[in-house]
């Protein structure tokens, strides 16, 4: 391979901006976590291991249990929600299929913690859900959305869901329509068809998104201050708390590098399950 | 016949959008033949494949399959199964879970399924494949596993989709032999679909020829080949010439006098004509004699000139224009008594053919 000075230079250049701004960062988390805590310098040394330690407090860990619950829920969702429509925009004429992309990929454009506050004039007592159902005389007096689990769910799939949809749909536009004629052919019915060949087919997909919607559902810890209240709701919380309001940095620190690690495992999980899946030459669903 | 039809399609439409595919389109297949439909891409041939398989409905009309009207038959209930182009195979389960598939669904119970499975593999020769992944096979290994998926079922007709066309040339032709010998052990109906005329006349026990929607010609291979209806089905099957001519005399018997480009000749029709009916009288090129101008027989015919030739090996093909300008197609055979017969290009030559062995229609604007 020929080494172009312009080659060498963008190679260097994006190693440095990844060293800099990836791997140094990660490198002070680490580094912070080990040390003590000190009210004036935020960290001092000796080293430690005691904000280690302290994970394992009954407090943090059903923190780590509620925050791991409220993901899975949203996660569900967005599955729930993403799968039949990740089907039928896979299905749509070309023209109505890129209308229904970009009108998923729109909000990208706007920050998503502004989002988040939009979510808030929604869900309030005097939001617009509370004023159209009092309006058409559902409800006689509001019903308290915000500041509960509901709102926090509702907006991490709001925020989550496209993360679903986009990998589910390009496991659509990868299944081949051939196969479900000859599922057809060979007197599968819908739920068998479903069961037999599509899902096995799209499970790719549904295993990426649900990753991509999870990991960082457990970390949106703005989502959870804004619609869930003061409340220590996901493992994002905690963290923001120890740095900004306890200012405990080397607990913070290590609470991040702990979610960074059950994160790494989870992701090594699923190349581990792919790769074996690859090897078998498709996925594993041979329970017909 | 005495036998009723397996399967009857009665005027079917079946329109796509609002563009009419198919109108009033009829056909009948007799239980256990070979039946290739045949036309070029876009003639309708894939649509009737579908219909029958029920991927499409049909706007109007009935399918009728062995006695029974499946029109409103759901794909999965009928007793049809398709040998899908892209072979479709389920990449995600092994040969053996391909081929039990459809006795899964069907609730065969299981040392039936295997029974079935083994024996359907060993028809087409894949014993030793059955815990094989698709994507582990070859194009031709594929083919055969596509087809055990279809047979196992017993189906009433099995529907092949241009089921070799993605194959290379030799293990096409080693494909053909293949399924004939198949369609006959096995008795079922087959129903082929191939835009590949060569395909259709060797494997076929009729063929259907295609175009724009409409059914052409029904007919045995030879029938297609030598007697075709129209300019249509004469020039997608094979190399055809084609002479205009008009009847002017009726000899009986028929038999008539016709003129030809600059001369008389009697010429034999298996249709009625009247005199001055404008007719075509096609020839192939195996029908046609070249002689040289010394060797002329005392009879009409043409005189021409040699533009190009081609030594195929067994034949040599010759390209010759007439004095009106058309260019017509002649091959003939190495004669042992006179293996250096040739021409040189420009020279002139007599065309004559086999008296009795002209095919005459009626002349198309």
Known sequence: MSQSPFRRFI?????????????????????????????????????????????????????FWQSLALSAKATLICLLLGYPFAYIVAKMSPAWRAFMMFLMIIPFWTNSLIRTYAIKLLLGNKGLFNWVL???????????????????????????????????????????????????????????????????????????????????????????DLLGGAKNLLLGNIIKNQFLVVRDWPFGSAFSVTLIVIMGMMLWLYYAANKKVQRMGGLDDQNL | MSKPPILTLADITKRFDTQEVLSGFNLSIEDGEFFTILGP??????????????????????????????????????????????????????????????????????????????EALATVRLSDFATRKPHQLSGGQKQRVAIARAVVNRPKVLLLDESLSALDYKLRQQMQMELKQLQRKLGITFIYVTHDQEEALSMSDRVLVMHNGQAQQVGTPREIYECPNNLFVASFIGEINVFNAEILENLGDYRYLAAMDGFKREIHADRRFEAGDKVHVLLRPEDLRIEYLEDAPDRPGFSGKVLERNYTGQTLDSQIQLPSGQTIMASEFFDEDDPDFDYSINQKVWVDWVHGWEHVIKAES
């Open chain 2, 41 to 118: 891409s876009g003639c309708g041939k894939t649509t009737v494949l579908r219909l029958i398989a029920g991927f499409e409905g049909a706007d109007e009309g009935r399918i009728m399959l062995n006695g029974q009207d499946v029109s409103k038959l759901s794909a999965e209930k009928r007793p049809v199964n398709t040998v899908f182009q892209s072979y479709a195979l389920f990449p995600h389960m092994t040969v053996f879970d391909n081929v039990a598939f459809g006795l899964k669904m069907a609730k065969v119970s299981k040392p039936e399924i295997a029974e079935r499975v083994k």
């Open chain 1, 11 to 63: 190679i260097i250049l994006t190693l440095a901006w990844l060293a800099l701004f990836v791997l140094a960062p990660h490198f002070l988390v680490v580094l912070t976590s080990v040390m003590t805590p000190d009210s004036e310098h935020l960290a001092v040394w000796p080293m430690t291991l005691d904000a280690y330690a302290r994970i394992w407090e009954p407090l943090y860990a059903d923190v």
């Open chain 1, 134 to 224: 009092e309006a058409i005389g559902v409800i006689d007096a509001p019903i308290q959305m915000i500041y509960t689990e509901f709102a926090v769910v509702f907006g991490l799939t709001y925020i989550l869901l496209p993360f679903m949809a986009l990998p589910l749909i390009s496991s659509f536009d990868k299944l081949d329509k051939d196969l479900i004629e000859a599922g057809h052919d060979l007197g599968a019915g819908f739920w068998q068809r479903f069961y037999h060949i599509v899902l096995p087919l799209t499970m790719p997909g549904v295993v990426a998104g649900c990753l991509i919607v999870f990991l960082p559902a457990m970390g949106m810890f703005y989502v959870a």
